[in-house]
């Protein structure tokens, strides 16, 4: 199902709160604030124009990286999604900041 994951699911979601299934079953409310596309990275033959979500928790997290779950509107729920969290870099160092690459 990955393979069908495109930039356009994310659209209605950029900006907006959705919640993120962590490995350990739990779930993490999230705000997607960035989307990204990679053109540059398309592999020849390739219909799929790469692309990057990045988003923060809403909430203090120790997740770090890792196989996830999330709704998407028109697929619905997307499983192993890996999911990295990347520095705060001078943002609020008390929620998580994290990206997903879609090649």
């Known amino acids: 199902m990955l393979e069908q994951v495109q930039d356009q ?8 709160t959705t919640t993120l299934r962590l490995p350990d079953g739990s779930e993490l409310p999230i705000h997607i604030d960035s989307l990204e596309q990679k053109p540059r990275s398309q592999l020849p033959n390739s219909e799929r124009v790469p692309f990057g979500v990045g988003f923060n928790s809403l909430e203090p997290t120790e ?19 890996f999911v ?19 090649n």
């Not at 196989?67 to 499983?79: D, W, Y």
């Open 9 to 16: 699911h994310f659209q209605t979601l950029l900006g907006q």
């Open 63 to 81: 997740f770090v990286d890792g196989l996830c779950a999330l709704e998407l509107p028109g697929l619905g729920a997307v499983q192993d999604i």
């Open 84 to 102: 990295s969290r990347v520095p705060a870099m001078g943002r609020d160092p008390a929620v998580g900041y994290f990206y997903i690459a879609f």
